[in-house]
């Protein structure tokens, strides 16, 4: 209801109560690091300058992946990124009334996107790559959300690419092609993920990986200079699972690495040893969790697994608002370790992940899993916790 809650600094708030000096509308071009020194674009002005650092921090971010369809720029094509996109996608919608929307994507952004416009009134259907939603998780957890869709009246074409966008006498997208259909639409939302922003930092001769990020030692120093660091979504980050670099765009991630860089830019002696990803979401009721590997990822990096399915409670049975939790877990076959963990299900079934998350960080077996001491408390979670079960249901396979 109060767009400026969302915004957590200005300019001028940044100023006042940290002493930073932030120029918005400023584009830096070029980073000279033999000189250190950076070419900076004033947008509004068009005039540049050049400006020398001690240290210079590069976090400039992602960037939102295009389908590169002729029509994309048409002015009701969004890409959900930023704050800026956000209030010009609710003011297409105040203003516009749209009735139909088609989103490309069945991840993250995709799913959100789905159940806000859902929940507004407008007919919305999702053209995704894959059989199911969610390509990042598990069989079984897809199928959950495909039944989601289903029960919200959520149209969901599978196995499907977006080939051409038919473009109406106002500069918008009328329609949306596969190569079996053609969707009528008055809006279109583009989630098909983000890559990182780091043109500038390959253009300014900084190390870029086989991922498209930046490339940083546990310091976040960029290689080869001890006074440039890099933070955020544009870097490549260690996965400590498989201990190879790995592009994941997460707040919680981007700010860890951004208080490394900053620290030691300051003079510090910060190290990063790199991150599990954890990622969750609400979709409408059904809270959903991925953390650590997949079966993919963990067949691409080598490891033989064994994988578990459990479905159990939230709660004591006989509490009002129990529900029910599914959780997918994958382990090594060889050491027993956790590798990765999804779940899907009612209020609570998200911070499991967090138990799943710590596990896998400190290295804890099947083993160790199922003898994890929990709390039992009747409102919130049963004597046998559902984290636990899929310890012990894991460890029948050993």
Partial sequence: SDPEKLQIYTPEKLQSEKGVAAFTNHYVDQIVMSKKEINVRDLHTGA????????????TGCISKKVGIEGEKSRNVFHVKELRAAYSLKSFIQTERPQSAVIIGAGFIGLEMAEALTRLGIDVTVVHKSDLPMATCELEIRTLIRQKFDSKKIRFIGNAHVEWFGIGTKNTVVAVGTKNETIETDLVIVAIGVEPNSALAKSSGISVGKLGGILTNDRMNISGSESVFAAGDCCEIKNIVTQKPMFVSLATTASKTGWVAGENAAGGKAKFKGAVKAIGLRFFDLEIAQVGLNQREANIHGFSTIQ????ASTKVSMMPGNEKITITTLADKKSGKLLGANIAGGTGSILRGNVFATAIRHGLTVHDI????????????PLWDAVILSGINLKKQF
């Fill in 48 to 59: 540049s300058k050049k400006d020398r650092y001690d240290k210079l921090i590069v976090a």
């Fill in 308 to 311: 578990s399915t459990i479905t």
């Fill in 370 to 381: 199922s003898e994890l001491d929990v709390i039992y408390t009747p409102p919130s979670s």
